[in-house]
């Protein structure tokens, strides 16, 4: 499995995640353009095929300016494992790549498998954001560098 940057080759592969109900369900839309130059999105590829994509785009859901880390895959490919493989891929992106001090995910209380992954990948509960329109009731996670 790789990462490759998300580019209009990939509309197709979006559109088809929208259109899956148990993908798209706690995702909405995104908040920004996935392809917008201040983020980092990539495909998740096997080969030529696209499984979802996962990356990175700016939030100031804790408060500061952080990037959150967003994942979909396709409704085949869940419960295998991808999406924790590609939210791990983008973690070491950020912080070896990108040298970002702290990566966060905001997901929904009652999306149990997001926060398996988060907790498998290392990340800890920071707070409970239940501001928004309508109210959110997110559990915002972080993981930081290590200093090694």
Not at 111 to 132: C, F, S, V, Y
């Amino acid at each position: 499995m790789e990462l490759r940057p998300l580019d209009a080759s990939h509309d197709s592969l979006l559109t088809s995640l929208q259109q899956q109900e148990d993908v798209w369900e706690f995702i909405g839309t995104l908040p920004v353009s996935a392809r917008d130059r201040s983020n980092h999105v990539f495909a998740v590829m096997d080969g030529h095929a696209a499984l979802g994509f996962a990356g990175l785009v700016r939030s100031r859901a804790a408060g500061a300016d952080d990037f959150e880390l967003l994942c979909a895959m396709r409704s085949e490919v869940q419960q295998r494992g991808v999406a924790r493989q590609a939210c791990q891929l983008v973690l070491d992106w950020a912080f070896k790549t990108e040298k970002l001090e702290r990566v966060i995910a905001c997901i929904d209380q009652s999306n149990h498998p997001a926060r398996t992954i988060a907790d498998k990948i290392g990340m800890k509960e920071l707070a409970i954001q239940e501001r928004g329109a309508p109210p959110s009731n997110r559990i915002v996670y972080v993981k930081y560098r290590d200093k090694r």
